[in-house]
């Protein structure tokens, strides 16, 4: 049956052919997000995402230049999502803003620990990949941080770390429980992602690198003599 020149105007087949590659782009993604983290770039397969997204090998082709550019596209996604996930606003004390960066990082961990086992793979030895992944992503996040961190220990309102330490520090806290997952279920018996565990994990981090929060002072109020 035909469809009729109102129907094609509205479901045009260019468009319905870019929704389609743009899923199948998405799905390539998503496949290399766990083939890199669980090989590495190097022991990764092209072949294995292709078949785990549910398309042929020369697709990864059309939709990527290269096996790193496939790699680039999984490192963004992944970076994206963790930015999402650090919700801070400008009206934010340091206090609140380094708050919400652990949770945002921590919750990230654990929905994502992916990010963490591909940084893992790729921090071990120097390449362009690293290289790229160091002074395009990773710095200018740290560097925004550092501010907030110096201004935080300065007021004594922080544990003082120098921040050249700090990244490793936080990343390496808020992630390896998610990282390492199968040894925490056999080790102590628990669902890492656990709404309940992720929320007091962050938590712990928040006292172990700000101090417990300050109460606020009550007033009294005057009463009667």
Known sequence: MERSSEEAREHPAGGVRAAVSAQLRE???????????????????????????????????YHFASKEELWKAALLKLLSELDAEILTTPEMTNRETMEAVIAGVVA??????????????????????????????????????????????????????????????????????????????????VEPSDPAIVESHSQALVTMFLGAKPKKRRTRKKGRR
């Not at 890199?36 to 022991?43: N, P, R, S």
């Not at 992916?114 to 990949?129: A, F, Q, Y």
């Open 108 to 189: 990230m961990a654990a929905k994502r620990p992916e990010l963490n086992r591909i940084m893992i793979h790729e921090g071990t030895h120097p390449s362009e990949r690293l290289e790229w992944l160091v002074e395009t992503q990773t710095r200018p996040r740290t560097d925004a941080l550092f501010g907030v961190w110096d201004d935080l220990v300065e007021a004594g309102e922080a544990t003082p770390i120098p921040p050249r330490l700090l990244y490793h520090v936080l990343v390496g806290a808020a992630s390896l429980l998610y990282a390492n997952a199968p040894e925490a279920r056999l080790l102590f018996g």
């Open 27 to 61: 799905r390539l993604i998503e496949s290399a997000i766990k083939e890199f983290a669980d090989h590495g770039f190097e022991g990764a397969s092209t072949r294995a995402i292709a078949a785990g997204a549910g398309a042929h090998q020369p697709q990864i082709n």
